[in-house]
């Protein structure tokens, strides 16, 4: 029997102790004892045999057995004592048959504390064993609303579907859209074919991610393995080999990068303001002529929304003649966009707009695939470094559209007919309904959405008995239409109030601007890695109200008033006392919501009758969008 290899342990162990002493942390293995809350707010659940991944065991159960191992599980004791003697023997026995009796432990928040088997788990980790079986009683916690707390809840669920006990993410909802990305309905169990190849893929991932990073990032691998899998889709990193994944993995870093940031958008509320230097003026551009592909999921003679985009197109052409090319590309959809996209940068586009969410992905793996091309995604909320995302704050319409139906209606019953429930759009119809309640405290707004299974938009205004209704921002020309902004309808008499603009053309107009002028970069933060959102409104004329000349002149100032105060910053539509339907206070006095909270509200002002829907319910042509852009789903429990 050799001591060398307790000798080779006993030295990390004793590096790893002098290390976290002289930063003041503990320097021995965690204890959970001592970790553990108050009696009586625990439950114990047996697990059976288990396989345990070593770099999960973290602690020993009691206090008595910790003192022997630094916080790495490697040996302390001097090697002329009898601990040090049973160590190398584990480690004889280890070498030449491999340790197989299981350990006896119990799990905690998935970290795992030896109760039986101390010196076997601090030899399997000396030679980086990747699992041992072990007998586990799971320890739970009372449920509360802390993050991890929610996170292991998420766990457990996870785990009496894949029994998996191998990643682990840092982020609520992970875990859902795991099961989700991999083909798995809610709590649907695996096969435990389908459990090995995930966990040789995991394991593969794993091995190449830590390669890569060298300590680097702080980002667990599953947060990172649930980003490639997000962009790729599960069955291509399950299938691809070695040499393509760690060429993946470094593509990719960027996007590892923005798992680290707290604030993962770089909102730009207003086009940017820095003027090339003077020098910039005189050296040549790197592209004299910008070709660029628009990419739309329909026609504009089929789409109000494209035909919107199509108009900004049109404008941009005509602003720059000269050093603007376009190509257009309809119909696409989530099955021929990255193919389209590869058509327009063989075609020479060295700048892509795809004008809907769904195809984010796509434009993500584009941009990797293809650095020197510029590509944005209309979209809000997308966190992705290799592409910039824009949207306007259509909110600030919503606003003075909800004032001038508010001062209109006499009945005080006004319908809203909403599209999707996505990022932004609970903040228009929010915005609408503040905007009724400023003016008029009685009026109610009543919800209805497009989007919903069985929807019958001209039923629910005549049940709801309302004199106005908000409507679709547009319409397509041959529509022949009117029942679009807020309008008037009862039998014959019908009449328009407002209409929002949409005015992408001056979007593209002031964007292309400071790719020309040189001011593109300086949009970039300058760390370099947060993702870019540009979030334009009133301020910089991409969003309008366009209002009847019908209108009486006294709300026709009044409209202009707001619109002027909205636009110079002086009134914020979300400032002031307002509450949910629940009576939750959203707004305090003085104070206005920031942009983030705007962008992900995910509750109903107080004077708004109607709900927001969930994916289920509604129909299954619409649900990519909001997949995509959607609100973090809730329980139905949380609803009641």
Not at 528 to 557: F, H
Request: proline share 5%; aromatic share 12%.
């Amino acid at each position: 029997m050799s001591l060398s290899e307790y000798m080779k342990a006993y030295k990390s162990g004793k590096k790893e102790y002098q290390t976290r002493l002289l930063k003041g942390l503990h320097p021995t293995v965690e204890v959970l004892d001592e970790l553990l809350p108050t009696r009586g707010t625990l439950s114990e659940v047996p697990l059976g045999l288990v396989q345990i991944p070593m770099d999960q065991i973290v602690g020993t159960k009691t206090k008595s057995r910790s003192s022997a191992f630094a916080h790495n599980f490697m040996p302390i004791l001097r090697e002329n004592t009898e601990f040090a003697y049973k160590w190398s023997r584990l480690s004889d026995s280890h070498e030449q048959e491999g340790i197989r009796e299981p350990i006896k432990a119990y799990e905690y928040m998935n970290r795992f504390y030896v109760e039986e088997g101390n010196k076997r788990v601090s030899v399997m980790k000396h030679y980086n064993v990747a699992y041992t079986p072990g007998t586990v009683v799971r320890i739970i916690p009372k449920k509360t609303e802390e993050t991890e707390n929610r996170i292991y809840f998420e766990f457990l669920d996870f785990y009496e579907a894949a029994h998996m006990n191998n990643i682990w993410f840092s982020k609520v909802g992970s875990f859902p859209k795991l099961q989700e990305m991999v083909g798995k309905r809610e709590k649907e169990p695996w096969t435990e074919e389908e459990r090995r190849d995930f966990n040789s893929a995991y394991t593969r991932f794993t091995t190449e991610f830590q390669s890569q990073n060298k300590n680097q990032l702080s980002v667990l691998p599953g947060d990172a393995f649930l980003a490639l899998i997000s962009l790729y889709g599960y069955e291509e990193i399950r299938d691809i080999g070695i040499s393509e994944l760690k060429k993946l993995i470094a593509d990719s870093w960027e996007e590892f990068e923005l798992l680290e940031e707290e604030k993962e958008i770089d909102l730009k509320m207003d086009p940017a303001k820095e003027k090339p230097s003077i020098f910039s003026r005189f050296l040549p551009l790197n592209e004299t002529k910008l070709k660029i592909a628009f990419l739309y999921d329909k026609t504009p003679a089929s789409s109000a929304w494209t035909y919107a985009h199509e108009l900004g197109r049109q404008h941009l052409e005509e602003c720059f003649a000269d050093a603007v090319e376009t190509l257009v590309f309809e119909n696409v959809t989530e099955q021929t966009v990255e193919e389209v996209m590869e058509e327009a940068i063989r075609a020479g586009c060295n700048l892509i707009f795809t004008t809907t969410p769904v195809f984010v992905t796509a434009s993500v793996k584009a941009a990797i695939a293809n650095p020197d091309v510029r590509i944005l995604s209309c979209s809000l909320n997308t966190s992705h470094r290799y592409i910039r995302t824009y949207y306007a704050r259509m909110y600030e319409a919503k606003f003075l559209m909800g004032a001038l139906a508010g001062l209109s209606t006499e009945k005080d019953r006004i319908v809203y007919l909403a599209d999707y429930p996505i990022y932004g759009e609970i903040a228009n119809i929010n915005a609408f309904a503040l905007g009724v309640r400023m003016v008029n405290p009685k009026a109610k707004v009543y919800l209805e959405w497009f989007t919903r299974k069985g929807a019958d938009p001209d039923g629910y205004i005549r049940q709801s008995e309302a004199d106005y209704v908000s409507g679709k921002d547009m319409v397509i020309p041959e529509a022949n239409s009117r029942m679009f902004g807020v309008y008037r309808k009862e039998g014959t008499d019908f009449a328009n109030l407002a209409m929002p603009v949409w005015h992408w053309g001056r979007f593209y107009e002031q964007l292309i601007q400071t790719i020309f002028d040189g001011t593109w970069k300086y949009d970039d933060a300058p760390e370099g890695t947060k993702a870019i959102n540009y979030w334009w409104g009133m301020s910089a004329e991409v969003v309008d109200v366009i209002c009847s000349g019908s209108l009486p002149e006294g709300t026709r100032q009044l409209t202009e008033l707001l619109k002027e105060t909205i636009r110079l910053g002086i009134f914020h539509p979300f400032t002031g006392t307002f509450y949910d339907q629940e009576g939750v206070l959203r707004g305090r006095e003085g104070d206005s919501l920031s942009p983030e909270e705007i962008i992900t509200m995910d509750w109903l002002a107080e004077n708004i009758e109607g709900e927001i829907p969930d994916l289920e319910e509604l129909e299954e042509s619409f649900r990519p969008v909001v997949l995509q852009q959607g609100l973090p789903r809730k329980k139905k429990e949380d609803k009641s």
